[in-house]
């Protein structure tokens, strides 16, 4: 699912469905909007999804502070920092079969140690083995 280019409502988007081979690597993207006026840290993280949908799969990669799965470690790493300009990308390298079947992004906004606001794509980016 696409956000509509309007910046006050909270949306993730990523790419549907992605071409991946065993030991290849992928890049995946999200991209995020939330009211330009809501204070507090933004912090993205990636879960593996369910076979249907994201729901609340185990966290695969936290972007604050770079806390990796011990099953991804080694093989994730973050491409550059746009957190702040609504973009949030990871590599995965040495992919395995048992990488799958999807990865989803979540998105939070956090004021001091309180959680103010979270979400996500509904469906994230679902890998496709040759």
């Not at 912090?43 to 249907?52: I, M, N, T």
């Not at 799965?69 to 079969?97: F, W």
């Not at 979540?106 to 890998?127: A, D, F, L, P």
Request: charged share 25%; proline share 4%.
């Amino acid at each position: 699912g696409g956000c509509d280019g309007k910046d006050e409502t909270y949306c993730a988007e990523q790419r549907g469905s992605v071409l991946v081979e065993v030991k290849g690597s992928v890049t995946l993207t999200c991209n995020f909007t939330y009211p330009k006026d809501q204070p507090g840290e933004v912090r993205v993280s990636w879960r593996r999804g369910l076979p249907d949908r994201c729901g609340y799969g185990e966290v695969i990669y936290n972007h604050t502070g770079g806390w990796t799965h011990r099953d991804y470690r080694g093989r994730i790493s973050p491409v550059g920092n746009h957190i702040e300009d609504g973009s949030a990308t990871i590599t995965i390298r040495d992919l395995r079969r048992t990488d799958r079947p999807m990865f989803c992004c979540r998105v939070e906004i956090h004021g001091g140690s309180k959680h103010i606001q979270g979400w996500q794509n509904r469906h994230g980016t679902y890998m496709l083995y040759k």
